[in-house]
């Protein structure tokens, strides 16, 4: 049973309330993303994902121009920011009046993606570990902040991934990130607790059985699972064939109070956060 509280986020001006489950749909503009199919490069292939995912229901779109699979390629900011240009120049074109998420670690990146082109939300898989920047450029563009758990870097993450315990060191990890932001006067956290980012398959779902723990904080969670390893390892099959294993832990994280869903297929999610919103409406 799915407890959300009543929460809110404050996006360009407007509160966006969490009492259902959220989508959020991945764009990835890069050429090395993990699932191949997500990977758009040309003007016309990002225009057409981008309709697709507004068309299919989601409330968010998350952009990210940085592959954070395990051994993936470090590229420069300069980079980043230039495939991000073109992607959010895209975006405004073709889907105006979307909340648009940017995923990147970096403050720099950021700030322009949120000064530049009216970015509504930051998507950092470090929380704040890769940039030391990042904390107080959120507390600067005054935007909410979405704080991943992450052990180690994108190209070291999956090394042999160790905890004391994991369900008092993820908390910790929050608990400490939250006081800093609070101390900047950042408002608007929401926590992700990081599947796939420094945890062993076994440790992702131990993650999962206990995600209802974060309710503690008091603040939206996030839940990122799409066509990732913990389901294509545990069912052996590729990430073109994981849809079906998404859609059950996208339901699994719905009923443990998740209120974000992060994922490349928006209209399977949207659809099992339909039947979930059915299944909990009060008689």
Do not use: W
Request: hydrophobic residues 40%.
């Amino acid at each position: 049973m799915n407890e959300s509280t009543e929460l809110t986020i404050n996006v360009n001006g407007e509160l966006m309330e969490l009492s259902s489950p959220k989508v959020m749909g991945i764009l990835n503009v890069t050429p090395d993303s993990f699932y191949e199919a997500s990977r758009k490069e040309t003007e016309r292939d990002i225009a057409e994902r981008a309709r697709q995912i507004v068309e299919e229901g989601a409330d968010i779109i998350d952009i990210g121009a940085y592959s954070s699979r395990p051994d993936a390629e470090d590229i420069s900011a300069e980079e980043e920011m230039k495939r991000l240009r073109k992607g959010l120049a895209i975006l405004r074109r073709e889907t105006p009046g979307a909340v648009i998420s940017v995923d990147t670690f970096r403050a720099g990146v950021a700030a322009m993606c949120v000064e530049e082109y009216g970015a509504a939300i930051i998507n950092d898989i470090s929380g704040g570990q890769l940039d030391e920047q990042m904390f107080d450029t959120v507390e600067k563009l005054n935007v909410p902040y979405v704080l991943t758990h992450l052990q180690g870097t994108p190209q070291t993450m999956q090394v042999a991934p160790r905890y004391e315990n994991l369900r008092t060191d993820v908390p910790r990890y929050f608990a400490e990130k939250i006081q800093e932001l609070h101390a900047r006067g950042v408002k608007d956290i929401i926590i992700d607790p990081g599947f796939g980012f420094g945890k062993t398959l076994d440790q992702n779902y131990e993650l999962l059985r206990h995600l209802d723990d974060f309710r503690i904080f008091g603040m939206p969670v996030l839940a990122g699972f799409s066509r990732k390893s913990m389901i294509y390892k545990l069912l052996g099959c590729t990430p073109a064939e994981a849809l079906n294993g998404t859609t059950v832990l996208n339901t699994l994280a719905m009923a443990k109070g998740a209120h974000i869903l992060r994922v490349h297929d928006v209209k399977a999610c949207v659809e099992a956060a339909r039947i979930f919103n059915e299944m909990n409406k009060q008689p």
